[in-house]
């Protein structure tokens, strides 16, 4: 099958977003949008990183919160579609941040790590830490996610 052939309803959530990952399916908007790249992970525990740049920042000199959040979202978010058995979607239902240090170009490469608390029948409790390039823990969040069959 050919990239715009892949039926994602015969996958589960890991084999979907390997397809994303190695570049069979295309990627998500935003991805390009923020320069989110290096996407990766395993079942339930998925990362990604972004170089800032001052395209992200805000008014006062530093990244702005949003694009922090996006991350944290995207790690988090990605974890819980990660154990997605096929038929079954998701979508977020909240998002917690916690701010810890000022993100600048200087941080360098942020990573960001997510992964499953806790993953019921109907909902999944997330988590995702973002890192800058010397390890320093500069943000958190939690996320609730809703998780349902998908429409026939």
């Known amino acids: 099958m050919t990239e715009t052939q892949i039926d994602l309803s015969t996958l589960d959530g890991f084999e979907q977003l390997q397809a994303f990952f190695d570049g069979r399916l295309p990627g998500a908007p935003i991805a390009d949008t923020l320069g989110l790249e290096n996407f990766g992970g395993e079942p339930g525990a998925i990362h990604v990183e972004l170089v800032p740049e001052h395209r992200h920042y805000n008014p006062i000199g530093s990244v702005h919160g949003g694009v922090m959040a996006t991350l944290l979202d995207t790690a988090a978010a990605c974890s819980v579609h990660s154990t997605l058995a096929p038929g079954e979607r998701y979508t977020s239902l909240d998002l917690t941040v916690k701010f810890l240090r000022p993100v600048t ?33 500069v943000a958190h969040a939690t996320s609730t996610c809703m998780i349902f069959p998908a429409e026939r």
Do not use: N, P
């Open 105 to 137: 170009t200087d941080s360098g490469r942020l990573r960001c790590e997510g992964s499953i608390i806790q993953r019921g029948r109907r909902t999944a409790l997330a988590q995702a830490q973002l890192y800058d390039v010397h390890g320093r823990l």
